[in-house]
């Protein structure tokens, strides 16, 4: 089991710029979400999915739109990058809908908007 | 809304330590769960434990203990005996229909 992957691990977009960080998992988990770090500020939910064809909006949605065709795949869009969208974003899944067992967490990606 | 605390933003103490990382949270729930998880230097998020809101019972695990008490709204994390490698940090987080976390602590463990 690869578990939690991430694609890239880093990213340089210029403001203004959209791209798309993927996110796959194998374990056939039907939870899966994003969440983006930053000092001090611990980890805030952007969207989240509860089984293929439905997804949900989480604390800071803005600016990031999600889709989830397969149960493997939940990827993030960010449609035109700001800076105050540099951070570390991580994909994580879980067995259910996220609220009693324990997320799986991708590596990460580290996005840098200039 | 749910809401976790993690009032320590940092905390440094010296190799065999014993070290407390305090937890609060608000929920408007009955059932819920909380978590531990650790982020150490090297970035990845690595889960501690799952505590349900019907268990109170404490846990321990090795050097590690938890403290949960719903009537103070509580989940701490008890370090016994430190170690360096324990340096990282720490995140509480609370789950009801989808997972929020504390701000973290940064844990330092110095030789």
């Known amino acids: 089991n690869a578990g939690v992957t991430q694609t890239p691990k880093f990213q340089v977009l210029k403001t203004g710029q959209s791209m798309t960080l993927q996110c796959a998992q194998d374990m056939n988990h039907e939870y899966m979400s994003w969440y983006r770090q930053d000092p001090g500020m611990g980890l805030r939910l952007i969207h989240y999915s509860v089984g293929a064809g439905i997804t949900d909006q989480g604390e800071v949605p803005n600016g990031y739109n999600v889709s989830r065709s397969t149960t493997e795949d939940f990827p993030l869009r960010l449609l035109s990058a700001a800076p105050s969208q540099t951070s570390v974003y991580f994909c994580?899944?879980?067995?259910?809908?996220?609220?009693?067992?324990?997320?799986?967490f991708g590596p990460g990606t580290r996005l840098t908007v200039t | 809304a749910q809401k976790v605390t993690q009032a320590q933003t940092e905390i440094s103490v010296v190799e065999k330590e014993d070290v407390t990382l305090d937890c609060v949270y608000e929920t408007r729930d009955t059932t819920y769960y909380l978590f531990w998880y650790k982020q150490p230097p090297s970035g990845e998020l690595v889960f501690l434990i799952r505590?349900?809101?019907?268990?109170?019972q404490n846990e321990i695990s090795g050097r590690y203990s938890w403290n949960f008490q719903k009537s103070t709204s509580s989940f701490n994390f008890t370090i016994t005996a430190s170690q360096v490698v324990d340096s990282a940090v720490y995140f509480c987080?609370?789950?009801?229909?989808?997972?929020?976390f504390g701000a973290g602590t940064r844990l330092t463990v110095k030789p």
């Open positions: 505590r349900n809101s019907f268990d109170e």
């Open positions: 987080a609370l789950s009801e229909s989808d997972m929020r």
């Open positions: 994580a899944s879980s067995y259910n809908g996220g609220r009693s067992y324990e997320q799986y």
